[in-house]
């Protein structure tokens, strides 16, 4: 005879369970995550301590559910807002990583778009490119860079508004296997977060980036060189330290990508200095980058504010 057998209920921890948050922490490698974004980003202590307060707050999360206690899956949807070049992107990404290393996501990816990704050009095309970029980035992270952009409302035939009302049904029935992150300038995430309320309701972790000090910002340099085995010699350093000064009084200072731009461009005068040089050369003059190759460039003689003056400003990036 067959008889249903009722499945044996969990039991609950006994009184004296404990969990070690300090052992969870090595061993989950939230350390290792934490470890990496202090490492590989220089500055933006703000941030940092706000990502190691995330990372509490899901540990502790992670114990009360071990421990039988009542939990609920965080609310895990973030507004990341600063100017360009602060880090967004890549404190994105190493949000991915620790969010999939606790658990909260399955993949741990990160689906980077902007409005063109998810806004078609005429009716009915907007839907299906939309789930298709939430398709990709389920179990992941989406980051939606200048995600105000969705929003138009001067323009009636805009389809930005068909993309924001399925983005904000999937945040919400959907929050245990996708983590959205919105990104853009503070003032304008304001605006598009007040035009919004949905949005705003759906966001428990709002992000802001500093701008990068000067200091900061030379030894970004320092590293991005590193990286590609250059270095300033001892004359080179002090030109770019009057670079930054002077390009950030300029227009459209996107701190560290402003500064991956001068670089490439000293690294351009380098090679064409030693091209004319001609001769033998050594690795030493291969990695060497002088003032000279710093100090030729236009930044010095006003720049974008001096082209602009003069009516012929037309490239972002001109000044670099």
Same mark, same amino acid.
């Given at each position: 005879m067959?008889?249903?057998?009722?499945a044996a209920?969990?039991?609950?921890p006994p009184?004296?369970a404990?969990v070690d948050?300090?052992?969870?922490?090595?061993?989950?490698?939230?350390? #290792?995550?934490l470890?990496?974004?202090?490492?590989e980003?220089?500055?933006? /202590?703000?941030v940092?301590?706000?990502?190691r307060?995330?990372?509490?707050?899901?540990?502790?999360?992670?114990?009360?559910?071990?421990?039988?206690?009542?939990?609920?899956?965080?609310?895990l949807h973030?507004?990341f807002?600063?100017?360009?070049?602060v880090g967004?992107?890549t404190?994105a990404?190493?949000?991915a990583?620790?969010l999939?290393?606790l658990?909260?996501?399955?993949k741990?990816?990160?689906?980077?778009?902007?409005r063109d990704?998810?806004?078609?050009?005429?009716?009915g095309?907007?839907a299906?490119?939309?789930?298709?970029?939430?398709?990709?980035?389920?179990g992941?992270v989406?980051?939606?860079?200048?995600?105000y952009?969705?929003?138009?409302p001067?323009?009636?035939r805009?389809?930005?508004?068909?993309?924001?009302?399925?983005?904000l049904?999937v945040m919400?029935?959907?929050?245990?296997?996708?983590?959205?992150i919105l990104?853009?300038?503070?003032?304008?995430?304001?605006?598009f977060?007040?035009?919004?309320?949905?949005?705003?309701?759906r966001?428990?972790?709002?992000? #802001?980036?500093?701008?990068?000090?000067?200091?900061?910002?030379?030894?970004?340099?320092?590293?991005?060189?590193?990286?590609?085995?250059?270095?300033?010699?001892?004359t080179a350093?002090?030109?770019m330290s009057d670079?930054i000064?002077?390009?950030r009084a300029?227009?459209?200072?996107?701190n560290?990508?402003?500064?991956?731009?001068?670089l490439?461009?000293?690294?351009?005068?380098?090679?064409?200095?030693?091209?004319?040089?001609?001769?033998?050369?050594?690795a030493?003059?291969?990695?060497?980058?002088? /003032?000279?190759d710093?100090?030729?460039?236009?930044?010095?003689a006003?720049?974008l504010a001096?082209?602009?003056?003069?009516?012929? /400003?037309?490239?972002?990036?001109?000044a670099?």
């Amino acid at each position: 005879m067959n008889e249903h057998v009722p499945a044996a209920e969990s039991e609950a921890p006994p009184s004296d369970a404990r969990v070690d948050l300090s052992e969870d922490y090595r061993t989950s490698g939230v350390a #290792e995550v934490l470890a990496d974004l202090d490492r590989e980003l220089i500055g933006l /202590a703000p941030v940092k301590q706000r990502i190691r307060e995330t990372a509490a707050l899901l540990l502790v999360d992670r114990a009360r559910k071990k421990l039988g206690l009542a939990h609920e899956t965080p609310t895990l949807h973030m507004s990341f807002t600063g100017n360009p070049g602060v880090g967004k992107t890549t404190v994105a990404l190493k949000m991915a990583n620790l969010l999939h290393r606790l658990g909260y996501v399955r993949k741990g990816h990160l689906v980077s778009v902007t409005r063109d990704d998810l806004v078609g050009q005429y009716i009915g095309h907007t839907a299906p490119k939309t789930r298709e970029v939430l398709k990709k980035a389920m179990g992941g992270v989406l980051f939606i860079d200048e995600a105000y952009y969705l929003y138009k409302p001067d323009n009636e035939r805009d389809y930005g508004q068909e993309a924001i009302e399925i983005l904000l049904q999937v945040m919400e029935n959907h929050r245990d296997d996708l983590v959205v992150i919105l990104a853009g300038y503070a003032d304008r995430m304001e605006h598009f977060f007040s035009s919004n309320p949905g949005f705003r309701s759906r966001i428990a972790h709002h992000i #802001e980036f500093p701008d990068y000090t000067d200091e900061e910002l030379l030894r970004i340099a320092e590293s991005m060189l590193s990286q590609q085995e250059y270095h300033f010699d001892a004359t080179a350093r002090a030109a770019m330290s009057d670079y930054i000064k002077a390009r950030r009084a300029q227009p459209h200072f996107a701190n560290a990508r402003s500064i991956r731009n001068a670089l490439d461009r000293a690294r351009l005068r380098q090679a064409n200095r030693l091209f004319e040089q001609g001769g033998l050369i050594d690795a030493s003059a291969l990695s060497t980058i002088s /003032a000279d190759d710093i100090r030729a460039s236009r930044v010095f003689a006003g720049g974008l504010a001096h082209e602009r003056s003069s009516g012929m /400003a037309n490239e972002r990036t001109k000044a670099d």
